[in-house]
Protein backbone atom coordinates (compact mmCIF):
# COMPACT_ATOMS: atom_id res chain seq x y z
CA UNK A 1 0.00 0.00 0.00
CA UNK A 2 1.54 3.55 -1.01
CA UNK A 3 1.40 6.41 0.87
CA UNK A 4 -2.06 8.95 0.16
CA UNK A 5 -2.77 12.14 0.15
CA UNK A 6 -4.18 12.91 3.74
CA UNK A 7 -1.90 11.20 6.53
CA UNK A 8 -3.00 10.93 10.40
CA UNK A 9 -1.04 10.83 12.90
CA UNK A 10 -3.06 9.27 15.57
CA UNK A 11 -2.11 9.94 19.39
CA UNK A 12 -3.88 9.07 22.09
CA UNK A 13 -4.78 11.87 24.76
CA UNK A 14 -4.07 11.94 28.09
CA UNK A 15 -7.34 10.24 29.93
CA UNK A 16 -8.82 9.07 26.64
CA UNK A 17 -10.44 5.90 27.11
CA UNK A 18 -9.57 3.85 24.46
CA UNK A 19 -12.61 3.34 23.08
CA UNK A 20 -12.99 6.84 22.41
CA UNK A 21 -9.64 7.12 20.68
CA UNK A 22 -10.15 3.71 18.22
CA UNK A 23 -13.65 5.29 17.38
CA UNK A 24 -12.57 8.77 16.09
CA UNK A 25 -9.37 6.83 14.36
CA UNK A 26 -12.41 4.93 12.82
CA UNK A 27 -14.29 7.85 11.62
CA UNK A 28 -11.59 9.51 10.05
CA UNK A 29 -10.08 6.77 7.81
CA UNK A 30 -14.21 6.59 7.08
CA UNK A 31 -13.67 10.18 6.42
CA UNK A 32 -10.46 9.88 3.72
CA UNK A 33 -7.48 9.57 5.95
CA UNK A 34 -5.50 7.32 3.32
CA UNK A 35 -1.73 7.10 5.42
CA UNK A 36 -2.17 6.31 9.29
CA UNK A 37 0.51 6.59 11.86
CA UNK A 38 -0.07 5.50 15.57
CA UNK A 39 2.34 7.96 18.09
CA UNK A 40 2.37 6.86 21.47
CA UNK A 41 5.63 8.89 23.15
CA UNK A 42 7.10 7.01 26.23
CA UNK A 43 5.13 3.94 26.16
CA UNK A 44 5.66 0.99 27.72
CA UNK A 45 6.26 -1.92 24.70
CA UNK A 46 3.30 -3.98 25.57
CA UNK A 47 0.40 -1.53 25.47
CA UNK A 48 1.91 -0.21 22.36
CA UNK A 49 1.77 -3.47 20.84
CA UNK A 50 -1.99 -4.04 22.22
CA UNK A 51 -3.09 -0.35 21.13
CA UNK A 52 -1.22 -1.15 17.86
CA UNK A 53 -2.75 -4.47 17.12
CA UNK A 54 -6.31 -2.84 17.46
CA UNK A 55 -5.26 0.03 15.12
CA UNK A 56 -3.57 -2.27 12.86
CA UNK A 57 -6.92 -3.63 12.55
CA UNK A 58 -8.95 -0.79 11.98
CA UNK A 59 -6.48 0.41 9.31
CA UNK A 60 -6.78 -3.07 7.46
CA UNK A 61 -10.00 -2.98 7.02
CA UNK A 62 -9.88 -0.26 5.03
CA UNK A 63 -6.90 -0.97 2.60
CA UNK A 64 -4.57 1.98 4.35
CA UNK A 65 -1.02 1.97 5.17
CA UNK A 66 -0.16 1.86 8.70
CA UNK A 67 3.05 3.56 10.03
CA UNK A 68 4.55 3.30 13.79
CA UNK A 69 5.89 6.68 15.19
CA UNK A 70 9.44 5.41 16.32
CA UNK A 71 9.14 2.30 17.43
CA UNK A 72 10.58 -0.55 15.35
CA UNK A 73 10.22 -3.30 17.66
CA UNK A 74 6.73 -2.35 17.64
CA UNK A 75 6.11 -2.06 14.11
CA UNK A 76 7.50 -5.39 13.22
CA UNK A 77 5.82 -7.15 16.32
CA UNK A 78 1.95 -5.61 14.95
CA UNK A 79 2.70 -6.29 11.24
CA UNK A 80 2.44 -2.59 10.27
CA UNK A 81 3.25 -1.44 7.23
CA UNK A 82 6.80 0.66 8.27
CA UNK A 83 8.04 3.21 11.03
CA UNK A 84 8.38 6.67 10.89
CA UNK A 85 11.68 8.07 12.47
CA UNK A 86 12.49 11.49 13.30
CA UNK A 87 16.26 12.82 13.09
CA UNK A 88 17.12 11.81 16.91
CA UNK A 89 15.91 8.33 16.16
CA UNK A 90 16.99 5.14 14.92
CA UNK A 91 19.07 5.59 11.82
CA UNK A 92 17.25 4.51 9.26
CA UNK A 93 20.53 1.85 8.06
CA UNK A 94 19.71 0.35 11.11
CA UNK A 95 15.99 0.04 11.28
CA UNK A 96 16.16 -1.95 7.84
CA UNK A 97 18.66 -3.65 9.61
CA UNK A 98 16.78 -4.85 12.29
CA UNK A 99 13.20 -5.23 10.29
CA UNK A 100 14.06 -5.53 6.51
CA UNK A 101 10.17 -5.84 6.07
CA UNK A 102 9.62 -2.41 6.83
CA UNK A 103 9.25 0.50 4.90
CA UNK A 104 10.86 3.82 6.69
CA UNK A 105 9.45 7.66 6.87
CA UNK A 106 11.50 10.40 7.89
CA UNK A 107 10.94 13.55 9.83
CA UNK A 108 12.53 16.63 8.26
CA UNK A 109 12.71 20.03 9.64
CA UNK A 110 15.25 21.76 7.19
CA UNK A 111 16.67 21.61 3.38
CA UNK A 112 19.58 20.11 4.49
CA UNK A 113 17.73 17.30 6.75
CA UNK A 114 15.44 17.26 3.47
CA UNK A 115 18.10 16.54 1.37
CA UNK A 116 19.97 13.72 3.39
CA UNK A 117 16.87 11.99 4.32
CA UNK A 118 16.23 11.96 -0.20
CA UNK A 119 19.89 9.67 -0.38
CA UNK A 120 18.43 7.34 2.28
CA UNK A 121 15.52 6.62 -0.20
CA UNK A 122 12.45 6.81 1.94
CA UNK A 123 9.19 5.78 1.50
CA UNK A 124 8.42 9.43 2.30
CA UNK A 125 9.33 12.49 4.17
CA UNK A 126 7.62 14.99 6.43
CA UNK A 127 8.61 18.73 6.26
CA UNK A 128 8.02 20.56 8.92
CA UNK A 129 6.35 21.81 11.57
CA UNK A 130 5.06 24.33 8.91
CA UNK A 131 3.55 26.32 12.54
CA UNK A 132 4.42 25.83 15.72
CA UNK A 133 2.41 22.94 17.05
CA UNK A 134 1.94 21.82 20.78
CA UNK A 135 2.86 18.13 19.28
CA UNK A 136 6.12 19.70 18.98
CA UNK A 137 6.76 21.21 22.08
CA UNK A 138 9.73 23.99 21.97
CA UNK A 139 10.40 22.78 18.09
CA UNK A 140 10.52 26.15 16.19
CA UNK A 141 8.01 26.53 13.07
CA UNK A 142 10.12 25.42 9.91
CA UNK A 143 7.31 27.62 8.01
CA UNK A 144 5.91 28.27 4.24
CA UNK A 145 9.75 29.21 3.06
CA UNK A 146 10.30 25.06 3.99
CA UNK A 147 7.56 23.83 1.94
CA UNK A 148 8.85 25.68 -0.63
CA UNK A 149 11.96 24.68 -0.49
CA UNK A 150 11.10 20.93 -0.63
CA UNK A 151 8.80 21.29 -2.89
CA UNK A 152 12.12 23.35 -5.28
CA UNK A 153 13.99 20.01 -4.73
CA UNK A 154 11.24 18.57 -6.72
CA UNK A 155 11.52 14.84 -4.36
CA UNK A 156 10.93 12.00 -5.99
CA UNK A 157 9.00 10.40 -3.42
CA UNK A 158 5.75 11.44 -1.65
CA UNK A 159 6.36 14.07 1.27
CA UNK A 160 3.95 15.69 3.40
CA UNK A 161 4.01 19.06 4.86
CA UNK A 162 3.02 18.56 8.80
CA UNK A 163 2.35 21.15 11.51
CA UNK A 164 -0.55 23.16 12.88
CA UNK A 165 -2.39 22.20 9.23
CA UNK A 166 -5.81 22.58 9.06
CA UNK A 167 -8.95 23.79 7.29
CA UNK A 168 -8.12 27.24 7.67
CA UNK A 169 -4.98 27.41 6.50
CA UNK A 170 -4.41 24.28 4.08
CA UNK A 171 -4.70 26.36 0.73
CA UNK A 172 -1.45 28.34 2.19
CA UNK A 173 0.66 24.96 1.97
CA UNK A 174 -0.63 23.87 -1.21
CA UNK A 175 0.24 27.30 -2.73
CA UNK A 176 3.73 26.40 -1.27
CA UNK A 177 4.18 23.94 -3.08
CA UNK A 178 2.59 21.07 -1.05
CA UNK A 179 0.20 18.58 -2.70
CA UNK A 180 0.19 16.16 0.51
CA UNK A 181 -0.20 16.73 4.09
CA UNK A 182 -0.13 15.23 7.75
CA UNK A 183 -2.71 16.18 10.65
CA UNK A 184 -3.06 15.72 14.24
CA UNK A 185 -5.09 17.88 15.92
CA UNK A 186 -7.39 19.03 12.73
CA UNK A 187 -8.95 14.93 12.53
CA UNK A 188 -8.17 14.00 16.14
CA UNK A 189 -9.73 16.30 17.75
CA UNK A 190 -12.45 17.69 15.55
CA UNK A 191 -16.11 17.32 16.87
CA UNK A 192 -16.78 15.34 13.53
CA UNK A 193 -13.30 13.70 13.03
CA UNK A 194 -15.40 12.14 9.36
CA UNK A 195 -16.31 15.23 8.40
CA UNK A 196 -13.02 16.96 9.02
CA UNK A 197 -10.83 14.25 6.96
CA UNK A 198 -13.32 14.92 4.03
CA UNK A 199 -13.24 18.53 4.22
CA UNK A 200 -9.31 18.53 4.16
CA UNK A 201 -9.42 15.95 1.67
CA UNK A 202 -11.28 17.74 -0.71
CA UNK A 203 -8.49 20.73 -0.45
CA UNK A 204 -5.78 18.33 -1.98
CA UNK A 205 -5.20 17.81 -5.47
CA UNK A 206 -5.63 14.43 -6.79
CA UNK A 207 -2.38 12.53 -7.14
CA UNK A 208 -0.92 11.83 -10.69
CA UNK A 209 -2.12 8.64 -12.27
CA UNK A 210 1.05 6.71 -13.25
CA UNK A 211 1.01 5.36 -16.79
CA UNK A 212 0.80 1.24 -17.25
CA UNK A 213 3.69 -0.16 -18.39
CA UNK A 214 3.11 -0.72 -22.67
CA UNK A 215 2.79 -4.63 -22.21
CA UNK A 216 -0.07 -4.42 -19.77
CA UNK A 217 -1.42 -1.57 -22.02
CA UNK A 218 -2.10 -3.94 -24.93
CA UNK A 219 -2.90 -6.99 -22.53
CA UNK A 220 -5.95 -4.95 -21.73
CA UNK A 221 -6.51 -3.61 -25.04
Known amino acids: MKPGRLYLVATPRAGQP ?5 AR ?4 L ?3 VDTLQLRCKDWEARAYIALGERVRELSAARGVPL ?3 DRVDVAAAIGADGVHLGQGDLPPVWARTLAP ?3 VGLSTHAPAQASAALRDAPAYIAAGPVWATPTKPGR ?3 GL ?6 ADLNPPLPWYAI ?3 DASNIREVLAAGATRVAVVRAVLDAPDPARAAAELLAALPPLPVTPAPAGEARACS
Do not use: Q, S
Request: glycine share 16%; no cysteine.
Open 25 to 28: VAAA
Open 101 to 103: GLR
Open 67 to 69: WIN
Open 30 to 32: DGG
Open 140 to 142: AAA
Open 18 to 22: EAEFL
Open 145 to 150: AYVRAV
Open 163 to 165: GGI
